[in-house]
């Protein structure tokens, strides 16, 4: 495998399992430092001997994105391990799915929490260090839930913030040689969805044929399909994509 980020360093917020871990290891096979960022101690030590088993450059850090004081400490900590800081991937997210007359302020206020001040704090730490190398890239996770999701207020408003706040950022940083897009996963086989499915009382490998029928690719996604997407953009040689939302979700439509 190319080595096309070999220098460079990666902090993916949520970077545990799933969708983080996914893109974490893409990247480090592809030769980048990486610091995951999770709150879930349990399973940042099953990523860290995950990673140091396969011989990749990884630190892990427990932290809450929604503390800014805990995301500035551990941008800080992963630029004094590894030199710099040339990758953001805010991913950390959360599920508190209801019907909006269910919905408690708990749920609502969980869920904008994490998604959209978690990613505010990591995108405001690291964007210092970026403008000062003249190079950054910011992905963000977004989802198709985007676009309006059943039982889903609270998760389909932040997603469709961060492409909002995506679009933003890539204005205000464009001139910093730093570029700012995200991108918005279909259906994808993670724990997360596995409780999607648990709350819809449906086995899993139910809930994912079902889904699958739905999608024209006939398939359901895997982590590693994001992972891709993310790639794309964290290259260098994606500096003129910015701003720009990209769904992968096996089809044109969500």
Same mark, same amino acid.
């Given at each position: 495998?190319?080595?096309?980020?070999?220098?460079?360093?990666? @902090?993916?917020?949520g970077g545990?399992?799933?969708?983080?871990?996914?893109?974490?290891?893409?990247?480090?096979?592809?030769?980048?430092?990486?610091?995951?960022?999770?709150?879930?101690?349990?399973?940042?030590?099953?990523?860290?001997?995950?990673?140091?088993?396969?011989?990749?450059?990884?630190?892990?850090?427990?932290?809450? #994105?929604?503390?800014? /004081?805990? %995301?500035?400490?551990? %941008?800080?900590?992963?630029v004094?391990?590894?030199?710099?800081?040339?990758? @953001?991937?805010n991913?950390?997210?959360?599920?508190?799915?209801?019907?909006?007359?269910?919905?408690s302020?708990?749920?609502?206020?969980?869920?904008?929490? %994490?998604?959209?001040?978690?990613?505010?704090?990591?995108?405001?730490? +690291?964007?210092?260090?970026?403008?000062? /190398?003249?190079?950054?890239?910011?992905?963000n996770?977004?989802?198709?839930?985007a676009?309006?999701?059943?039982g889903?207020?609270?998760?389909?408003?932040?997603?469709a913030? @961060? /492409?909002? *706040?995506?679009?933003? @950022?890539?204005?205000?940083l464009?001139k $910093?040689?730093?570029?700012c897009?995200?991108?918005?996963?279909?259906?994808?086989?993670?724990?997360?969805?596995?409780?999607?499915?648990?709350? +819809?009382?449906?086995?899993? =490998?139910? $809930?994912? =044929?079902?889904r699958?029928?739905e999608?024209?690719?006939?398939?359901?996604?895997?982590?590693?399909?994001?992972?891709n997407? #993310?790639?794309f953009?964290?290259?260098?040689?994606?500096? *003129?994509?910015?701003?720009?939302?990209?769904? +992968?979700?096996?089809?044109p439509?969500?």
């Amino acid at each position: 495998m190319s080595k096309r980020f070999e220098g460079r360093t990666a @902090l993916i917020t949520g970077g545990s399992r799933g969708i983080g871990k996914a893109i974490a290891k893409q990247l480090a096979e592809e030769g980048a430092n990486i610091a995951l960022l999770d709150v879930n101690e349990e399973a940042l030590n099953e990523a860290k001997k995950y990673f140091e088993n396969s011989d990749l450059k990884v630190i892990t850090m427990q932290a809450n #994105v929604v503390s800014s /004081q805990d %995301v500035q400490s551990a %941008v800080d900590e992963a630029v004094e391990a590894f030199g710099s800081l040339d990758i @953001l991937v805010n991913n950390a997210g959360i599920i508190r799915d209801n019907l909006l007359f269910k919905m408690s302020e708990d749920d609502w206020e969980q869920v904008i929490d %994490v998604h959209l001040k978690g990613s505010f704090n990591a995108a405001r730490s +690291v964007q210092k260090y970026m403008v000062d /190398q003249k190079f950054g890239r910011i992905i963000n996770i977004s989802s198709t839930s985007a676009l309006g999701n059943r039982g889903q207020a609270n998760y389909s408003t932040v997603k469709a913030g @961060l /492409q909002g *706040f995506t679009k933003t @950022l890539a204005l205000e940083l464009g001139k $910093f040689g730093i570029t700012c897009n995200a991108v918005a996963p279909g259906f994808i086989e993670t724990e997360m969805t596995k409780a999607t499915a648990e709350r +819809v009382g449906i086995p899993f =490998e139910q $809930f994912i =044929e079902a889904r699958a029928n739905e999608i024209p690719v006939k398939r359901s996604g895997q982590p590693e399909d994001i992972a891709n997407a #993310v790639a794309f953009f964290a290259d260098e040689k994606s500096s *003129f994509v910015n701003g720009q939302v990209i769904y +992968v979700a096996g089809g044109p439509k969500a």
